[in-house]
Protein backbone atom coordinates (compact mmCIF):
# COMPACT_ATOMS: atom_id res chain seq x y z
CA UNK A 1 0.00 0.00 0.00
CA UNK A 2 1.49 3.72 -0.62
CA UNK A 3 1.84 5.71 2.69
CA UNK A 4 -0.27 8.54 3.37
CA UNK A 5 0.40 8.77 7.14
CA UNK A 6 1.49 12.47 7.97
CA UNK A 7 -0.45 13.70 5.21
CA UNK A 8 -3.12 15.95 4.59
CA UNK A 9 -6.53 14.19 3.97
CA UNK A 10 -6.51 16.41 0.45
CA UNK A 11 -3.39 15.34 -0.64
CA UNK A 12 -3.92 12.20 0.46
CA UNK A 13 -6.63 11.76 -1.56
CA UNK A 14 -4.67 12.94 -5.06
CA UNK A 15 -2.14 10.39 -4.42
CA UNK A 16 -4.44 7.71 -3.28
CA UNK A 17 -6.70 8.35 -6.19
CA UNK A 18 -3.96 8.74 -8.42
CA UNK A 19 -2.22 5.23 -7.94
CA UNK A 20 -5.64 3.66 -6.75
CA UNK A 21 -4.97 0.80 -9.64
CA UNK A 22 -1.54 -0.22 -8.94
CA UNK A 23 -2.79 -0.66 -5.45
CA UNK A 24 -5.54 -2.85 -6.62
CA UNK A 25 -2.93 -4.66 -8.98
CA UNK A 26 -0.79 -5.55 -5.48
CA UNK A 27 -3.54 -6.58 -3.38
CA UNK A 28 -4.37 -9.16 -6.43
CA UNK A 29 -0.67 -10.43 -6.89
CA UNK A 30 -0.40 -10.63 -3.34
CA UNK A 31 -0.45 -14.58 -2.50
CA UNK A 32 -2.62 -15.06 0.26
CA UNK A 33 -5.25 -13.00 -1.80
CA UNK A 34 -4.72 -15.10 -4.74
CA UNK A 35 -5.19 -18.36 -2.54
CA UNK A 36 -8.45 -17.15 -0.83
CA UNK A 37 -9.84 -15.53 -4.20
CA UNK A 38 -9.05 -19.14 -5.96
CA UNK A 39 -10.86 -20.98 -3.27
CA UNK A 40 -13.90 -18.54 -3.16
CA UNK A 41 -14.10 -19.51 -7.01
CA UNK A 42 -13.17 -23.13 -6.55
CA UNK A 43 -15.66 -24.09 -4.01
CA UNK A 44 -18.62 -21.57 -3.98
CA UNK A 45 -20.48 -23.05 -6.39
CA UNK A 46 -20.92 -26.36 -4.39
CA UNK A 47 -22.74 -24.16 -1.73
CA UNK A 48 -26.43 -24.39 -1.31
CA UNK A 49 -26.94 -23.42 2.03
CA UNK A 50 -26.06 -20.60 4.65
CA UNK A 51 -24.72 -23.90 7.17
CA UNK A 52 -22.96 -25.39 4.26
CA UNK A 53 -21.54 -21.59 3.65
CA UNK A 54 -20.38 -20.99 7.15
CA UNK A 55 -18.72 -24.95 7.19
CA UNK A 56 -16.26 -23.78 4.49
CA UNK A 57 -14.20 -21.24 6.68
CA UNK A 58 -11.67 -20.22 3.63
CA UNK A 59 -14.72 -19.47 1.45
CA UNK A 60 -16.97 -17.73 4.46
CA UNK A 61 -14.38 -15.65 5.23
CA UNK A 62 -13.54 -14.37 2.38
CA UNK A 63 -17.35 -13.52 1.88
CA UNK A 64 -17.70 -11.99 4.92
CA UNK A 65 -14.77 -9.49 4.06
CA UNK A 66 -15.97 -9.02 1.01
CA UNK A 67 -19.24 -7.55 2.62
CA UNK A 68 -17.17 -5.73 5.33
CA UNK A 69 -18.43 -8.16 7.80
CA UNK A 70 -15.16 -9.05 9.18
CA UNK A 71 -15.54 -7.88 12.27
CA UNK A 72 -18.59 -10.47 12.80
CA UNK A 73 -16.83 -13.44 11.39
CA UNK A 74 -16.35 -15.23 14.60
CA UNK A 75 -20.57 -14.44 14.89
CA UNK A 76 -21.23 -18.03 13.28
CA UNK A 77 -24.88 -18.54 14.52
CA UNK A 78 -25.85 -14.65 14.19
CA UNK A 79 -24.71 -14.84 9.79
CA UNK A 80 -26.43 -18.31 9.82
CA UNK A 81 -29.71 -16.90 10.95
CA UNK A 82 -29.37 -14.05 9.28
CA UNK A 83 -28.87 -15.63 6.05
CA UNK A 84 -31.63 -18.05 6.47
CA UNK A 85 -34.09 -15.12 7.76
CA UNK A 86 -36.98 -13.71 5.50
CA UNK A 87 -36.53 -10.78 3.87
CA UNK A 88 -40.13 -9.89 3.92
CA UNK A 89 -41.25 -10.54 7.51
CA UNK A 90 -40.74 -7.33 9.45
CA UNK A 91 -39.66 -9.26 12.78
CA UNK A 92 -37.23 -11.76 11.16
CA UNK A 93 -34.04 -11.01 12.34
CA UNK A 94 -32.63 -9.18 8.67
CA UNK A 95 -34.91 -6.52 9.00
CA UNK A 96 -34.42 -6.28 12.36
CA UNK A 97 -30.48 -5.47 12.15
CA UNK A 98 -30.02 -2.04 10.84
CA UNK A 99 -26.08 -2.32 9.53
CA UNK A 100 -27.01 -2.21 5.93
CA UNK A 101 -24.02 -4.77 5.20
CA UNK A 102 -25.76 -7.78 6.72
CA UNK A 103 -29.11 -7.21 3.89
CA UNK A 104 -26.42 -6.60 0.86
CA UNK A 105 -24.82 -9.92 1.65
CA UNK A 106 -28.23 -11.43 2.42
CA UNK A 107 -29.38 -10.47 -1.12
CA UNK A 108 -25.92 -10.67 -2.79
CA UNK A 109 -26.34 -14.91 -1.96
CA UNK A 110 -29.79 -15.35 -2.44
CA UNK A 111 -30.23 -18.71 0.03
CA UNK A 112 -33.35 -17.05 1.02
CA UNK A 113 -35.63 -14.23 -0.95
CA UNK A 114 -39.40 -13.02 -1.44
CA UNK A 115 -40.55 -16.37 -2.63
CA UNK A 116 -38.71 -18.11 0.52
CA UNK A 117 -35.97 -20.46 0.80
CA UNK A 118 -33.74 -21.24 -2.64
CA UNK A 119 -30.99 -22.87 -3.38
CA UNK A 120 -29.07 -20.22 -5.46
CA UNK A 121 -26.54 -20.86 -8.53
CA UNK A 122 -23.18 -19.74 -7.22
CA UNK A 123 -21.63 -20.37 -10.17
CA UNK A 124 -22.63 -17.19 -11.99
CA UNK A 125 -20.08 -15.14 -13.35
CA UNK A 126 -21.39 -12.41 -12.45
CA UNK A 127 -22.12 -12.82 -8.71
CA UNK A 128 -18.42 -14.28 -8.65
CA UNK A 129 -16.92 -11.54 -10.20
CA UNK A 130 -19.32 -9.12 -7.98
CA UNK A 131 -18.16 -10.52 -4.64
CA UNK A 132 -14.20 -10.50 -6.03
CA UNK A 133 -14.40 -6.98 -7.17
CA UNK A 134 -16.07 -6.32 -3.71
CA UNK A 135 -13.51 -7.95 -1.64
CA UNK A 136 -10.79 -6.06 -2.86
CA UNK A 137 -12.50 -2.29 -3.33
CA UNK A 138 -12.96 -3.41 0.53
CA UNK A 139 -9.58 -3.96 1.54
CA UNK A 140 -8.51 -1.13 -0.66
CA UNK A 141 -10.65 1.36 1.62
CA UNK A 142 -10.16 -0.16 4.68
CA UNK A 143 -6.52 -0.10 4.42
CA UNK A 144 -6.58 3.40 3.58
CA UNK A 145 -8.90 4.38 6.19
CA UNK A 146 -6.44 2.60 8.90
CA UNK A 147 -4.05 5.07 7.96
CA UNK A 148 -6.11 8.35 7.62
CA UNK A 149 -9.83 8.19 9.20
CA UNK A 150 -10.80 10.63 7.10
CA UNK A 151 -9.56 9.47 3.78
CA UNK A 152 -11.33 6.18 4.58
CA UNK A 153 -14.47 7.52 5.53
CA UNK A 154 -14.75 10.10 2.34
CA UNK A 155 -14.01 6.70 0.40
CA UNK A 156 -17.22 4.98 2.02
CA UNK A 157 -18.88 7.62 0.56
CA UNK A 158 -17.81 7.37 -2.50
CA UNK A 159 -18.09 3.78 -2.51
CA UNK A 160 -21.86 3.84 -1.24
CA UNK A 161 -23.44 7.09 -2.35
CA UNK A 162 -25.25 5.68 -5.25
CA UNK A 163 -27.36 3.53 -3.11
CA UNK A 164 -28.42 6.16 -0.68
CA UNK A 165 -31.77 6.17 -1.34
CA UNK A 166 -33.53 8.33 2.03
CA UNK A 167 -31.41 8.92 5.29
CA UNK A 168 -32.12 6.01 7.56
CA UNK A 169 -30.08 3.99 5.05
CA UNK A 170 -27.60 6.67 6.00
CA UNK A 171 -28.15 6.37 9.51
CA UNK A 172 -27.73 2.97 9.20
CA UNK A 173 -24.02 3.38 8.54
CA UNK A 174 -21.38 4.89 11.17
CA UNK A 175 -18.76 6.61 8.74
CA UNK A 176 -22.33 7.61 6.88
CA UNK A 177 -23.43 9.67 9.49
CA UNK A 178 -19.87 10.93 10.47
CA UNK A 179 -19.20 12.18 6.81
CA UNK A 180 -22.86 13.88 6.68
CA UNK A 181 -22.40 15.74 10.10
CA UNK A 182 -19.82 17.22 9.48
CA UNK A 183 -19.36 18.12 6.34
CA UNK A 184 -23.23 19.51 6.72
CA UNK A 185 -21.77 21.45 10.36
CA UNK A 186 -24.34 19.22 12.50
CA UNK A 187 -23.39 18.28 16.31
CA UNK A 188 -21.98 14.74 16.68
CA UNK A 189 -24.55 14.57 19.56
CA UNK A 190 -27.85 14.35 17.41
CA UNK A 191 -27.10 10.78 17.21
CA UNK A 192 -28.61 10.65 20.36
CA UNK A 193 -31.66 12.12 19.09
CA UNK A 194 -34.95 9.86 17.98
CA UNK A 195 -33.98 8.71 14.64
CA UNK A 196 -36.82 10.95 13.11
CA UNK A 197 -35.59 13.88 14.66
CA UNK A 198 -31.99 13.28 12.90
CA UNK A 199 -33.53 12.41 9.80
CA UNK A 200 -35.49 16.02 9.97
CA UNK A 201 -32.20 17.44 10.90
CA UNK A 202 -30.21 15.94 7.82
CA UNK A 203 -33.41 16.92 5.58
CA UNK A 204 -33.19 20.44 6.32
CA UNK A 205 -29.78 20.94 5.69
CA UNK A 206 -29.42 18.61 2.37
CA UNK A 207 -31.77 17.50 -0.12
CA UNK A 208 -30.41 13.71 -1.07
CA UNK A 209 -31.21 14.26 -4.82
CA UNK A 210 -28.85 16.67 -4.87
CA UNK A 211 -26.05 13.67 -5.08
CA UNK A 212 -26.71 12.47 -8.41
CA UNK A 213 -25.04 15.81 -9.01
CA UNK A 214 -20.61 15.15 -9.46
CA UNK A 215 -20.35 18.82 -8.29
CA UNK A 216 -22.32 18.65 -5.01
CA UNK A 217 -20.75 15.59 -3.88
CA UNK A 218 -17.50 16.89 -4.81
CA UNK A 219 -18.74 20.52 -2.24
CA UNK A 220 -19.18 17.89 0.16
CA UNK A 221 -16.03 15.95 0.34
CA UNK A 222 -14.36 19.51 0.39
CA UNK A 223 -16.01 20.46 2.97
CA UNK A 224 -16.07 17.20 5.21
CA UNK A 225 -12.09 17.06 4.54
CA UNK A 226 -11.37 20.63 5.19
CA UNK A 227 -13.60 20.45 8.72
CA UNK A 228 -12.37 17.06 9.85
CA UNK A 229 -8.57 17.77 9.15
CA UNK A 230 -9.31 21.27 11.19
CA UNK A 231 -10.36 19.33 13.63
CA UNK A 232 -8.24 16.39 13.55
CA UNK A 233 -4.74 17.28 11.91
CA UNK A 234 -3.49 14.52 10.17
CA UNK A 235 -0.12 15.82 10.51
CA UNK A 236 0.63 17.31 7.29
CA UNK A 237 4.37 16.56 7.25
CA UNK A 238 6.49 17.31 4.67
CA UNK A 239 6.86 13.49 3.27
CA UNK A 240 9.17 13.87 0.18
CA UNK A 241 8.49 10.18 -0.81
CA UNK A 242 4.70 10.99 -1.48
CA UNK A 243 5.37 14.31 -2.73
CA UNK A 244 7.82 12.77 -5.27
CA UNK A 245 4.85 10.43 -5.64
CA UNK A 246 2.55 12.76 -6.66
CA UNK A 247 4.59 15.35 -8.89
CA UNK A 248 5.21 11.38 -10.67
CA UNK A 249 1.62 11.34 -11.21
CA UNK A 250 1.21 14.69 -13.32
CA UNK A 251 -1.38 15.94 -10.52
CA UNK A 252 -0.48 19.53 -11.32
CA UNK A 253 0.37 22.48 -8.75
CA UNK A 254 3.57 22.98 -6.72
CA UNK A 255 3.84 21.47 -3.24
CA UNK A 256 5.66 23.48 -1.36
CA UNK A 257 6.61 22.59 2.13
CA UNK A 258 5.35 24.69 5.06
CA UNK A 259 5.04 24.66 9.18
CA UNK A 260 2.13 25.78 10.32
CA UNK A 261 1.74 26.84 14.14
CA UNK A 262 -1.94 24.54 14.84
CA UNK A 263 -2.36 25.83 18.26
CA UNK A 264 -2.40 29.50 16.81
CA UNK A 265 -5.20 29.40 14.34
CA UNK A 266 -8.63 29.85 15.37
CA UNK A 267 -10.76 27.91 13.18
CA UNK A 268 -14.34 28.11 12.86
CA UNK A 269 -16.06 25.24 11.12
CA UNK A 270 -19.51 27.50 10.59
CA UNK A 271 -17.92 29.86 8.53
CA UNK A 272 -17.05 27.07 5.36
CA UNK A 273 -20.92 27.46 4.95
CA UNK A 274 -21.28 31.72 5.12
Do not use: C
Not at 131 to 151: H, K, P, S
Not at 171 to 199: G, H, W, Y
Request: charge should be negative; glycine fraction near 4%.
Amino acid sequence: MISISGLGSSTALKLIDATRDKQLDLMRDSAANKRAEEAFRDRIGDISSPEELIADFEVYSFVMRAFDLEDQIFGKGLIRKMLESDPVEPSSLLNRLTDSRFREMHLALGFTTEAGPQTPDLTDPNFLNDVTTRFYNRQYINENDAQNETVGTVLEFRDKFSGINNWFEVLASEKLTNFFQVALSLPEQMSALDLDKQKALLADKFDLEKLADPAEREKLIARYVAISDAVNPQGFQANSIALDLLQSYNLGGQFVPITIDVTAVTFSASRLYR
